[in-house]
């Protein structure tokens, strides 16, 4: 896992620099797809492992009623924003210009932005715990810098390094591999309903506003919300109930 982590995101550099053309796209569309398989694996982790579902089923407010609350929320923000009902106005990166109460949809993309660089920042502390290395009340803070620079350098690096390490962890982790990676290879392609259009002369970004809005606000704020959630429930091998289930194949 180590190696894993240290080293899936060198290959993007390297492809970068190297493809053009047609080949970009490919690769385009790999990271998309990774990025939507990470989003969905710990989800899709917790409810394949026979140990962890039982764990959610004896706790369905937690489990199942905060996340469906919170997808819920996200997605009807999105919706309301996309049909005009907020003040949000359609522009060159008008999602992440907030301009008050009455415009939702930047003041959830910001929440969002800060939640997700807590999230690569706690990745990379947990994989240096499940390594071993332990650098005691210095280890979260320096992982948060440590993330910080690091996506100041090389952010699609770094993202497609967080994307495959949390995949590999899901599989790894999970009893039941090959339902694991059926259930991620079937839901990833719903990436591609809000993705950017790639072709070979480059990324045609789709101008955020209508569907591609309710769609892009769902991806990030209702399943990319209820994935910190899940990704925190699973990979916190302080509980007891996840060292019981989930942390017994990772710490074996």
């Given at each position: 896992?180590?190696?894993?982590?240290?080293?899936?995101?060198?290959?993007?550099?390297?492809?970068?620099?190297?493809?053009?053309?047609?080949?970009?796209?490919?690769?385009?569309?790999?990271?998309?797809?990774?990025?939507?398989?990470?989003?969905?694996?710990?989800?899709?982790?917790?409810?394949?492992?026979?140990?962890?579902?039982?764990?959610?089923?004896?706790?369905?407010?937690?489990?199942?009623?905060?996340?469906?609350?919170?997808?819920?929320?996200?997605?009807?923000?999105?919706?309301?924003?996309?049909?005009?009902?907020?003040?949000?106005?359609?522009?060159?990166?008008?999602?992440?210009?907030?301009?008050?109460?009455?415009?939702?949809?930047?003041?959830?993309?910001?929440?969002?932005?800060?939640?997700?660089?807590?999230?690569?920042?706690?990745?990379?502390?947990?994989?240096?715990?499940?390594?071993?290395?332990?650098?005691?009340?210095?280890?979260?803070?320096?992982?948060?810098?440590g993330t910080a620079l690091a996506i100041k350098i090389m952010p699609l690096a770094v993202s497609v390094n967080h994307w495959?390490?949390?995949?590999?962890l899901s599989w790894r982790a999970s009893r039941r591999s090959w339902?694991?990676?059926?259930?991620?290879?079937?839901?990833?392609?719903?990436?591609?309903?809000?993705?950017?259009?790639?072709?070979?002369?480059?990324?045609?970004?789709?101008?955020?506003?209508?569907?591609?809005?309710?769609?892009?606000?769902?991806?990030?704020?209702?399943?990319?919300?209820?994935?910190?959630?899940?990704?925190?429930?699973?990979?916190?091998?302080?509980?007891?109930?996840?060292?019981?289930?989930?942390?017994?194949?990772?710490?074996?």
């Open positions: 896992m180590l190696w894993l982590w240290l080293l899936s995101g060198a290959p993007v550099g390297i492809a970068l620099a190297c493809l053009s053309g047609s080949a970009l796209v490919i690769c385009f569309t790999i990271m998309l797809l990774l990025d939507t398989a990470h989003s969905l694996s710990p989800i899709v982790l917790a409810w394949t492992h026979a140990g962890f579902r039982r764990v959610m089923i004896d706790n369905p407010q937690k489990y199942v009623v905060l996340p469906s609350v919170i997808f819920l929320v996200g997605a009807s923000i999105s919706i309301a924003t996309a049909l005009g009902w907020t003040a949000y106005v359609p522009g060159p990166r008008q999602y992440a210009h907030a301009t008050g109460w009455d415009n939702p949809f930047p003041i959830l993309f910001g929440v969002y932005f800060a939640w997700n660089f807590y999230h690569f920042s706690m990745q990379n502390y947990g994989v240096l715990r499940l390594c071993g290395a332990d650098l005691g009340r210095w280890g979260k803070p320096l992982a948060l810098m495959i390490t949390d995949i590999g339902m694991f990676a059926f259930g991620l290879l079937m839901l990833s392609p719903v990436a591609f309903l809000w993705s950017p259009i790639p072709v070979p002369e480059g990324i045609i970004l789709r101008r955020m506003e209508g569907a591609v809005i309710a769609l892009y606000g769902i991806r990030l704020f209702g399943l990319g919300f209820v994935h910190f959630l899940y990704s925190r429930w699973v990979w916190k091998l302080s509980d007891p109930q996840v060292r019981a289930t989930i942390g017994r194949g990772l710490l074996a």
